[in-house]
């Protein structure tokens, strides 16, 4: 039965309204009322408020059903804006995206995780206005910040609960302490989970319920369920890097053995390249460099152009996170594997096309339904997107209008 909001029921009514003119891009207010089971009247007066706010507008008319064509409607994207942080042992990345998701500005720059907290957040904080003053963002119109980083992590309360890469960062309340210096809220969340959120808020995938392997430094991943993601005690539900793929291996810093980031991540091919004869070399590595992902970035160049020892590399490490995509795909029962994160993008297609095959040959249930492994459309910036994307559904779902 249609139902109609009153009182302190406004704002959770204007977040169903925005999320489901934002999911079907245009919409009429009768298919608004068919969707929501909101009345009618319910919906012509929550959108006469939401564009005298600006946040949605009329762009014209659909076609007829037999009466006066429906006007359609579509969200402004200069009404509002929300920013997204990616902070990584090895990188940082910020972007601001508009009320649609579509990202406006991005800057990148070297991590800041091996300084001590303190001195961190004022640099992030100092990136982050001085991209809102490039892209001309007026600050009133900033919803908030999604901050994406490794877990484990008290997401309510915003604090760390690991003590990689440093022993200053466990426990350190991060997303408090940054809103205190940037005067916005901050939203935290882990770095997988933020990458795979922003697939279905984007719309880039059909299912509603898919998983996704994401690799930086580390590997990690995300699995969504019927639109929500799965984020588990500690926000940190799907630590796919650090599932044993071989039981007699090395110890792990986790306290495990044998982890899959031993053997398939950044490090690891490193490492490999390192012991090659005269690939390290001619690649020009390091073996004391601290940028792992510009030295991977190196082998997976490499791969990418042909070499035949990189390419060996890249394809063992993608064998090995075929692996972990079987094991996401048997334990969720999932028919999407989504590959996001800055160490997938630059040898993409070698490891879409390994994932892949190594899923369609052993995935469980593969003769059951269709199995898929596709690349992430926001590519290296998925988790600084997905954070944004996460603020605009969290401040949208309950959005108060002066």
Known sequence: MATSPIGAGRPKTRGIVLNLIRAARTISRIELATRSGLTPA??????????????????????????????????????????????ERNTCVIVVVDLTGRQVARTAFPGT???????????????????????????DRVLGVGLATYGPQDRRAGVLLTHAPTAEWFEYPI???????LGLP??????????????????????????????????GGGVVVDGEVYRGRSSNGVAIGHITVDPDGRACDCGNYGC?????????VIEYAMAADGLGQRLGLDPAGVDVMGQFRRV????SAG????????????????????????LFDLDLIVLAGPSFAVAAAIYQSVIEAEVQRRTFSRRAHPMRVVTSVSGSDAAAVGGAVLVLQSELACLELG
């Open 42 to 87: 319910t919906i012509t007066q929550v959108v006469r408020e939401l564009m005298e706010h600006g946040l949605v507008v009329e762009v014209g008319r659909g076609a007829s059903t037999g009466g006066k064509p429906p006007t359609l409607l579509q969200l402004n994207p200069l009404a509002r804006y929300a920013v997204g942080v990616l902070v």
């Open 113 to 139: 995780a091996l300084m001590p907290p303190d001195q961190a957040l004022p640099l992030l904080a100092s990136r982050v206005n001085a991209l809102l003053g490039t892209a001309g963002v007026d600050r």
């Open 175 to 181: 997303a408090p302490r940054l809103s205190a210096v």
């Open 186 to 219: 901050v939203l935290l969340d882990n770095d997988a989970a933020a990458a795979a959120f922003g697939e279905h808020w984007l719309g880039a995938v059909e299912p509603r319920t898919y998983g996704c392997l994401y690799m930086a430094s580390g590997i």
């Open 260 to 268: 899959l980031e031993l053997y398939a991540g950044p490090h690891a």
């Open 300 to 303: 997976a160049t490499a791969a």
């Open 307 to 330: 070499d035949p020892a990189a390419k060996r590399l890249i394809e063992r490490s993608a064998r090995h996170l075929g692996t972990a995509a079987v094991t996401m795909t048997s």
